[in-house]
Every structure is written in structure tokens, then in C-alpha cells.
């Protein structure tokens, strides 16, 4: 009974944690916002240099009403999308390709290091130049910086998966596919989440750059023009639903993908899950 009732209390009290969790962080958040408002008396600046809440909401409200804002947001996901889509693809292909056979992969890691290397923004110029402003450059550019961290993790995961399941697996007669797919996949599944998140993350500020080079449209033009013709309070609604995008991003399919595989099998635990 006294069990039951430790048992009970401690379910209780991580509820309840679970509970205040989303409220302190709403807590945090007006404080933020109470403080920024309060000093911009203090500051004494015009609204272009320093906005106060109500200047950046006004902003935000403006862009609603004119459907900018709303127009903006579809493309940016939608471009964001089909560049994670298409880097993840080719890169796990390209890691499992290059990971199962050695003479490829040492023939090919220095290229691989070294194009890793290269930043999303140091290309983004060049894709311009070769591909022209729009949709074609930043489709490129996200998938090229996707591909690179999902190629390299999957790489380092093919190579990690202990040889004594591959011979397990060889010696009960599995094929080479049900090798790759029963073996090899699942143990090099936390490096390439681990890839996805990394490309993600990239991918994500690289799409703000992109737009703000290569773009007429999304959230990162957004913030570049803005900046560009004195509305600082649209910079900084850009900037806003730039942060608030990626946490939808992060907990619509990031963290759902890892529960749905790394976790469940027991090889990941969230920052989230220790808590």
C-alpha cells in the first residue's frame, strides 16, 4: 500500500511537472516581453533603431491583413520541405552506397570531408550565377547542405554496426538486401537521426539566407527588406516567426521521428525524457 501510494505521488508529481512545463515557459516569455517594453522609455530611441512590443505587433497585424505574411510562411515551408526531402533521400542512398563498399568509400572521404566543409553560404552566390534568382538556387542550396550531414552520418553509422551481426546475419543466409534493411539500417538508425537533425537545423538558416540572396518571397526576404526600407518592426516580426517556425518544424516531425524509432528501440534519450 505505502508503495501504491509512493508510486502515486511520484506519477503525480512528474504530471504535474509535465502540467507547469508549457505555463513557465508562457511565463518566461511575457516577462521577456514586459521587460522589452519597459525599456524602451528607458532607451529613448526612435522606433526605427529600437521598437517596442506594440510597434513589432501592429507590424505583425499589418502583415496578416495585406496577406503577406501568410504568403510568405507557405513558401518558405514549402521550400524548405522539398530541399529536406530531397537531401535526406540522396544522402542516406549515398551513405549506405559509399559505407558498403570500401574502395568507394576510401576513393571518395577526402572529396566528402572537404565538400562538408563548405558552407551553404559560400555556394549560394555561385547558384546564382549558375542557376539564377528563385525557386532552382534555394532548392539546390538546402538540399546541398542536407545531403552533406545525412552522407556523413550514415557513413560513420554503416562502419560503426558491429561485424559479429553482419556475420550473424550472413550465416543464417540473409541476402544482401534483408542484410541492409534487417541489420545495417536500424544499427546506423541514431547516427543518421542524429544527421537529420544536424541537416535540419542547417538547412533551416540556410533557407533564411537563401531567400534574402536569391528571393522575391518567404520569411528570410521578409527580414532583408524590412531591414532594407527602414521597417524594423517587420524585421522583427521576420524574426519572430522565423524562431517560432523552427519549433513547429521540431515538434511537428523531429522529435515524433525520434519517439518513432531511435527511442523506441532504446538507442536515444531526448533532453526532453530526462527531464
Do not use: C
Not at 55 to 64: C, E, G, H, I, P
Not at 101 to 123: G, H, K, Q, Y
Not at 172 to 178: D, K, M, P
Not at 207 to 223: C, D, H, M, P, T
Amino acid at each position: 500500500m505505502e508503495g501504491a501510494l509512493t508510486v502515486a505521488r511520484t506519477g503525480g508529481g512528474a504530471l504535474s511537472g509535465l502540467r507547469w512545463r508549457p505555463l513557465k515557459g508562457t511565463l518566461g516569455l511575457l516577462l521577456f516581453f514586459a521587460a522589452w517594453q519597459a525599456s524602451v522609455p528607458v532607451v529613448g530611441l526612435e522606433p526605427y533603431f529600437y521598437p517596442a512590443p506594440t510597434d513589432v505587433w501592429r507590424a505583425f497585424l499589418d502583415l496578416v491583413e495585406k496577406g503577406i505574411l501568410p504568403v510568405y510562411l507557405i513558401d518558405s515551408v514549402g521550400r524548405y520541405a522539398s530541399g529536406v526531402t530531397i537531401g535526406v533521400a540522396l544522402g542516406i542512398a549515398a551513405g549506405l552506397a559509399i559505407g558498403l563498399n570500401r574502395t568507394l568509400d576510401r576513393a571518395l572521404s577526402p572529396t566528402i570531408n572537404f565538400l562538408f566543409a563548405i558552407v551553404e553560404v559560400a555556394w549560394i552566390p555561385i547558384f546564382v550565377i549558375w542557376f539564377g534568382y528563385g525557386f532552382k538556387t534555394i532548392l539546390i542550396a538546402l538540399t546541398y547542405v542536407v545531403f552533406f550531414p545525412l552522407l556523413y552520418n550514415t557513413l560513420v553509422g554503416v562502419r560503426t554496426v558491429p561485424q559479429v551481426l553482419v556475420n550473424a546475419a550472413l550465416s543464417l543466409g540473409a541476402t544482401r538486401l534483408q542484410l541492409v534493411r534487417e541489420v545495417i539500417l536500424p544499427a546506423a538508425l541514431p547516427n543518421i537521426i542524429t544527421g537529420l537533425r544536424v541537416g535540419a537545423g542547417f538547412a533551416f538558416r540556410g533557407l533564411i539566407f537563401a531567400e534574402i540572396v536569391a528571393a522575391k518571397s518567404g520569411i528570410g526576404y521578409l527580414i532583408f527588406e524590412g531591414a532594407a526600407n527602414h521597417q524594423t518592426a517587420r524585421t522583427i516580426v521576420g524574426m519572430i516567426v522565423m524562431g517560432l517556425l523552427w519549433l513547429a518544424l521540431d515538434n511537428a516531425y523531429l522529435k515524433p521521428l525520434e519517439r518513432a524509432t531511435v527511442e523506441r528501440w532504446g538507442s536515444l534519450t531526448t533532453a526532453e525524457a530526462r527531464e
